[in-house]
């Protein structure tokens, strides 16, 4: 049995407290105190997508981080380097460090490790936690394949013996790289595909899948990974869970976009697509769908109009 302190009260937060509790290990989860999920938490000992036994701790003070084995970060993307601020100031060395979370610093470019990694003392080891799986479908005790991944082989060999389940089967990452920019990137494919949906035209997202892989198989390649991880469970093998689910923030809120409904839940895409635009003008590649993607989010293009343009765009062979 490992001491865990999760960091972050929201649906995946609260559900990996839950599931690293419901196999053995001694639990704690953090919130702020002016957190709204944290404090339904408290009263109810529940939220909206399930209930916590009273083995699981709750905490609002991120001091505890400092007695844990393992400290598991789930926030919003953007929030990782003041969350990271705060961990490296209550002192933690020696711990393992994994973000189960999906994105890229907008203003840096960042992949999220790189974030952990340069905000904490070096005593400290960086993981990621990624793959598909919707907390809803694990509750109930649906179960899915999912990838840990770090620069550290031992890191990840301590993280899967100690983590998996017949809940949860975990692979061993070999591309850190690759890994977090095609998980981060999948969710503006989700946001593609909502925008499909509310245009009635579902039947392109095979197309739609096909040619993102391509792209952002590219970008991978450009930073220093491997083509081939573009592949693997974090992008295409979490397409089911993001282009095609219900329970997918990042589908409902591209369908959102097109028929004008209010959307407030988080919709990682949204920010992911403005790093994913700037890597691509780094690193001199082309991202066809996510710059569609952008201008139909951040510029008021018309959707349709946009999906014309692209049918317009030159031929070419499929793999060049």
């Known amino acids: 049995m490992k001491k865990v302190f999760v960091v972050g009260c929201g649906r995946w937060g609260t559900f990996i407290a839950w599931y690293l509790d419901k196999i053995g290990h001694d ?23 399930m209930e916590i036994p009273e083995s699981l701790a709750l905490t609002t003070s991120i001091e505890g981080a400092k007695d844990a084995d393992y400290i598991i ?24 460090v ?6 890229i610093e907008i203003d840096t470019g960042r992949r999220l490790s790189q974030i ?33 991944d770090s620069t550290n082989e031992n890191v990840k060999d301590e993280i899967i013996k100690a983590f998996s389940s017949d809940l949860i089967r975990f692979y061993y990452g070999t591309d850190l ?41 590219r970008l ?19 397409y089911e869970a993001t282009l095609f689910s219900p329970h997918s923030h990042n589908l409902t809120f591209g369908k959102c976009v097109v028929t004008g409904e209010p959307y ?8 992911t697509v403005l790093a994913l635009r700037k890597l691509a003008k780094s690193y001199g590649v082309e ?7 952008y201008q139909v989010l951040y510029e008021d293009k018309n959707a349709k109009e946009m999906i014309n343009e692209m049918f317009e765009r030159s031929l070419k062979t499929e793999f060049a």
């Open 177 to 217: 790289i690759g890994n977090e920019i095609g998980a981060a990137a999948k969710n503006v494919v989700g946001i593609a595909a909502g925008i499909l949906e509310g245009l009635d035209l579902a039947s392109l997202k095979g197309a739609l899948m096909a040619r993102c892989t391509r792209e952002i198989s």
């Open 264 to 271: 407030t839940d988080l919709a990682e895409g949204y920010y």
């Open 220 to 238: 991978i390649v450009a930073m220093g990974g491997k083509e081939s991880t573009v592949y693997g469970l974090c992008h295409l093998g979490d």
């Open 287 to 293: 991202l066809p769908i996510c710059e569609s993607v």
């Open 98 to 103: 994994v973000l189960c979370m999906k994105g």
């Open 116 to 148: 952990a990694s340069g905000g904490l003392d070096v005593s400290n080891e960086v993981a990621v936690w990624l793959g598909p799986g919707h907390v809803q479908e694990f509750y109930r005790g649906v179960p899915n394949c999912m990838v840990i």
């Open 27 to 49: 639990v704690k989860l953090y919130g702020r105190e002016s957190s709204e999920n944290m404090k339904e938490l408290m009263s109810k000992r529940r939220n909206k997508y």
């Open 73 to 96: 970060i789930s926030v919003g993307s953007q929030s990782l380097a003041a969350v990271v601020k705060q961990l490296d100031e209550t002192g933690i060395k020696d711990k393992i």
